[in-house]
């Protein structure tokens, strides 16, 4: 099993930046897909990005193509995700998750058996 840990949300202005970092621990993180998500509080949990084990492929939600970068360490066992240009509607609780089976569903949330405590996102307008 592999235990994942979230850190560096916080309160930004909109346009500004934040980077999330999620470290794993337990079991090497170069064994899994791993994928950011996100929650509004009466939402359902929405895919943001995901990447490969090796981290030659990523993919990401439309609504933050081109403004989040997600991007991993497998030395450090981290997995980031820089966010730019941040806006209001970008506020969330971002979990971090872990995929050992590679599911071609990676937006699916059902696919991830492991998955962090979360770390809050506030952006102000």
């Known amino acids: 099993q592999v235990q994942l840990v979230e850190s560096g949300g916080g309160l930004v202005q909109a346009g500004g930046s934040l980077r999330l970092n999620c470290l794993a621990s337990g079991r090497t993180m170069s064994s899994y897909t791993m994928a950011w998500f996100r929650q509004d509080p009466g939402k359902e949990r929405e895919f943001v990005a995901v990447i490969s084990v090796s981290g030659d492929s990523t993919y990401y939600a439309g609504s933050v193509k081109g403004r989040f970068t997600i991007s991993r360490d497998n030395a450090k066992n981290t997995v980031y995700l820089q966010m730019n240009s941040l806006k209001p509607e970008d506020t969330a609780v971002y979990y971090c998750?872990?995929?050992?089976?590679?599911?071609?569903?990676?937006?699916?949330?059902?696919?991830?058996?492991?998955w962090g405590q979360g770390t809050q996102v506030t952006v102000s307008s």
């Open positions: 998750a872990a995929d050992p089976h590679h599911s071609t569903w990676y937006a699916w949330t059902r696919e991830y058996p492991y």
